[in-house]
């Protein structure tokens, strides 16, 4: 197995956010398979390489060569793809996925490692020929049902919430019910899931706006394994775990009034704690399952990387100019039919 380095623009301040949480959280599970570290690239940081270090001044076709045998770069941050890789010409790496259309294409030779389903469709077509796997992020086992007693009814997170939820639902839920607003970091995230009986997150209209796709949403599935009832949009990589009707409840349903019913009904119940098969599948999102996953993938991917300079027949790329030929050709197998009939 190759050292893995993970490339991050920084681990604090800015820098602080879902994404980051999970790729560290992936670091974490690597090191349980192989070596691998964090690696900065923006903000210099004690505790961790900084990638100009690593990066020989001169001759680095040569230090190319051989670093390829003994490393892979891991690059996360979408935005940032494009500029990374141009600094690492000849190496292996691996994209880490989480949000899609970010604009760019990769080249064949650089596996994708997909955060979500959602995700790795999208790069099912915009890299066909590309290695691509699925990893789901990691749920910690601290986020579990404590089966307390619950004395907020109904908890929300202003970050990326739609006006909608903030400016009408909201309003008209404090009206009736305890709701809890979270506005700022939280230390003990389990603690409030465990306290609350509904959860509500709604990040379509965050993401529509951003232009890319919400990679994977950890909120909602960590609500869940707290045993809250979730009210949520399932917009990208949401639709990968969130099932309405079955383990949540599909927000923004149609009116304001549905939304105040629904809400209402399921704050009726006598057992809000109704998932007994949570457990079962969460089990996918826990560290035993993803470390035993991530061991088949990197394998595959080491064993690509051992074999890639002796491939010589390159698939021809699904690119745009391919795929318009494609079209004139199946245009023009239709009207030789016809003209044969």
């Known amino acids: 197995m190759r050292k893995l380095y993970f490339l991050v623009p920084g681990t604090t301040g800015k820098f602080g956010g879902g994404g980051l949480w999970a790729e560290l959280n992936t670091c974490k599970l690597a090191q349980q398979v192989c070596e691998a570290e964090i690696v900065t690239y923006r903000q210099r ?55 899609a259309n970010y604009g760019f294409s990769l080249p064949s030779n650089v596996p994708i490692i997909t955060v979500s389903r959602n995700t790795m469709g999208y790069w099912g077509e915009k890299a066909a020929n590309s290695l691509i796997y699925y990893l789901p992020n990691q749920i910690s086992d601290e986020f579990c049902n404590l089966q307390q007693t619950r004395d907020i009814d109904i ?23 305890r709701v809890e607003i979270i506005n700022s970091y939280v230390a003990d995230l389990t603690g409030l899931f465990n306290r609350s009986k509904i959860y509500l997150y709604d990040s379509a209209e965050y993401w529509a706006t951003s232009g890319v796709t919400e990679g994977f949403g950890l909120p909602p599935l960590e609500a869940l394994a707290c045993g809250c009832q979730v009210f949520s949009s399932v917009n990208h990589g949401l639709a990968d775990y969130l099932d309405p009707g079955f383990n949540c409840h599909k927000i923004a349903g149609y009116s304001l009034e549905y939304d105040l019913k629904r809400i209402s009904e399921v704050l009726q119940l006598s057992n809000l704690n109704a998932d007994s098969n949570a457990n079962l599948w969460l089990a996918e999102y826990r560290s035993d399952r993803l470390i035993a996953r991530l061991q088949v993938i990197l394998t595959e991917i080491n064993q690509f990387f051992d074999c890639q300079s002796h491939l010589k027949t390159k698939i021809k790329n699904l690119d745009s100019q391919r795929i318009q030929q494609l079209k004139i050709k199946q245009l023009w197998r239709k009207l030789q039919r016809k003209l044969t009939l």
């Open 155 to 177: 908890l929300v997170q202003t970050r990326k919430s739609s006006e909608y939820l903030l400016g009408q639902l909201i309003p008209a839920l404090q009206a009736l019910y």
């Open 45 to 99: 940081e004690s505790q961790h390489a900084f990638l100009a270090d690593i990066l020989p001044n001169s001759d680095r076709e040569a230090w190319a060569k051989s670093n390829r045998q003994s490393a892979i770069f891991i690059i996360g941050w979408g935005f940032d793809v494009p500029k990374i890789m141009a600094q690492l010409p000849g190496q292996n790496i691996i994209y880490h996925a989480h949000s």
